[in-house]
């Protein structure tokens, strides 16, 4: 119960008592489907689809990727640099579930922006939606990328102490991203080398194969799920494992107790 | 069994030894009331992350306790300035802000008018209080209190230790601080630390035996001249000069001279500097 309460409190927090944190998490994908797809005029693709059905993955993208790689990570170093971390995990709160709170207030975010941006691009450009089977396989799959890009954010914080260092690591990560998955560029224009690296990379599917689900092509992509799949396991056990590593102690609940009850209790005077 | 207990701890950060208790062992048993002392560096709250297994060391430390049954209040609690009181206790304690018990302990601890203020506006005062509150919510069995008191004006340090005076019945307390007056009527025994290396640790009754610390007559520095001839050293604390009485008879020499002098004189039956003095003194290090 306890976490959820957090959970919620973390959400007020970003969502209503830090301005930049809304900014980029929420308006910030909107504005660029606006700016794009109202400067470059919403064409039509073939078969019925038009310039958003597909622009709508980048700007999903545009929107999940500050959200986990500099808007998580800081918020968690930020913590662990003021002492909040430390001091909640000294009131007993177990410090792998304050990070799991984070990441599932961050992964409420995204589909906030989600919801935000599908419903935007439905009601100005006309964006094209899927029968519900098919927009379950996809939120599946945009699930588990949003994991991955998640846990990569909590690797971050976990891995680099001060805030400034897990902003730049964080931002230059996100404009890396962004380049060589097709947010900035065009993805068909990058060099075969870059393309065959980023294969490997799960934020490419978002923005270059979900439009497949979106376009009934498809209703799984078999690559995406196995390379998620292995990204979820590793992130996971490096994070517990280097969260172990900082708070041992107070992650093990069982220790051996001492037995309070069997000694005496005597007035604070008399110990003297 | 005790609680903690350290053997031939040691702590390095970057070649440089931050606390060396080698060939030294400090056990820790349930109701100890520990006041842990020294200068600045001395390494007091080292030993306090060290027993938290907060902070890499090499030697020995057994714990015989759950991490749940110690409640932890250091001198910067740091917590996010954007969440509300409010929000944080009903968070920390895990309770509905409504619930009665904690609205009554809330109106113990003087929190309950804070509760829709952020935390980044509260006073030091108030941010202690907070702490306080929270820690003590679930009623932990050890206390580690690391100087809660720095940095506060006279009248909230003042209550704030009448908080501690009430709450620690029963437990077993360590208490960091600087303000040796705040722990000679708390604490049993003495951790004494400087530079990173363990002086002494004891009984606070014994430690005054071992030292030969009667009792302590504090003069002015001109009236020092009076009890040249009992004494042939006292130490200089502000402007004045503190006599240590290793016995009682040595008490009542001194007594009667500075009586017959009729100068002013201040009295102290067992006092923790001048013990921490003597030991500074008499183990060379100063």
């Avoid at chain 1, 640099?81 to 409420?108: D, S």
């Avoid at chain 2, 409504?98 to 506006?121: A, G, P």
């Avoid at chain 2, 014994?206 to 302590?216: M, V």
Wanted: overall charge positive; charged content about 20%; aromatic content about 14%.
């Amino acid at each position: 119960m306890k976490y959820i309460r957090y959970c919620f409190i973390e959400l007020k927090i970003i969502l209503f008592r830090t301005p930049i944190a809304m900014f980029f998490s929420i308006l910030f994908p909107l504005f660029m489907m606006a700016i794009i797809v109202g400067s470059t005029g919403n064409i039509e693709i073939g078969e019925g689809y038009h310039f958003i059905d597909k622009y709508v993955f980048i700007a999903l993208g545009l929107g999940a990727i500050p959200t986990s790689l500099v808007s998580l990570p800081i918020s968690i170093a930020v913590e662990k640099e003021i002492g909040a971390f430390e001091r909640y995990v000294l009131f007993g709160i177990n410090p792998i579930g304050i990070v799991l709170t984070k990441m599932v207030a961050h992964f409420f975010i995204t589909f906030i922006q989600f919801i935000i941006v599908i419903f935007f691009g439905w009601i100005i450009f006309d964006l094209q939606l899927l029968p519900f089977h098919y927009f379950l396989l996809f939120l599946m799959h945009f699930s588990l990328c949003i994991i991955v890009l998640l846990l990569i954010g909590v690797l971050l914080a976990n891995l680099f102490h001060r805030v400034q260092v897990v902003q730049i690591i964080g931002m230059f990560l996100m404009f890396l991203l962004l380049a060589l998955t097709g947010g900035i560029t065009d993805y068909s224009t990058l060099p075969e080398t870059i393309k065959n690296v980023m294969a490997y990379v799960p934020i490419t599917y978002l923005m270059n194969d979900f439009y497949k689900i979106w376009f009934l092509e498809t209703s799984i992509l078999p690559n995406f799920l196995s390379l998620a799949i292995i990204y979820i396991i590793l992130l996971t056990l490096i994070n517990l494992f280097v969260i172990y590593k900082n708070y041992k102690f107070l992650i093990i609940n069982k220790q051996k107790e001492f037995p309070f009850h069997l000694v005496p209790k005597h007035e604070f005077e008399q110990r003297r | 069994m005790d609680i903690f207990s350290l053997e031939n701890v040691r702590v390095r950060i970057k070649d440089k030894m931050i606390l060396d208790l080698k060939n030294r062992s400090i056990h820790i048993s349930k109701g100890d009331v520990i006041g842990i002392i020294g200068e600045n560096g001395a390494g007091k709250t080292t030993f306090i992350r060290v027993l938290l297994d907060l902070i890499k060391f090499e030697g020995k430390v057994e714990r015989n306790i759950s991490f749940q049954s110690i409640g932890v209040q250091m001198q910067k609690n740091g917590f996010s300035g954007l969440i509300k009181v409010y929000e944080l206790i009903s968070f920390i304690c895990n309770s509905s802000i409504k619930d009665k018990q904690l609205t009554e302990k809330m109106r113990d601890f003087q929190i309950d008018h804070l509760l829709n203020k952020r935390v980044e506006s509260l006073s030091g005062g108030e941010l202690q209080r907070l702490t306080l509150f929270l820690v003590m919510y679930h009623d932990p069995d050890v206390l580690i209190f690391d100087e809660i008191t720095t940095g506060l004006d006279y009248q909230t340090r003042k209550s704030v230790l009448n908080y501690l005076k009430k709450i620690i019945n029963n437990k077993t307390v360590l208490m960091v601080t600087h303000y040796y007056e705040e722990i000679e009527k708390l604490a049993n025994k003495l951790l004494i630390l400087h530079q990173g290396r363990l002086l002494d640790y004891g009984f606070i009754d014994s430690l005054f035996e071992k030292y030969e610390i009667f009792s302590t007559f504090t003069l002015k520095k001109d009236d020092f001249s009076l009890l040249e001839e009992t004494t042939d050293k006292g130490y200089a604390f502000e402007d004045k000069v503190v006599v240590i009485n290793r016995s009682k008879k040595e008490e009542d020499k001194r007594l009667q001279i500075i009586q017959k002098s009729n100068c002013t004189y201040d009295y102290k039956k067992k006092d923790f500097y001048s013990l921490y003095k003597k030991i500074i003194e008499q183990k060379g290090v100063i």
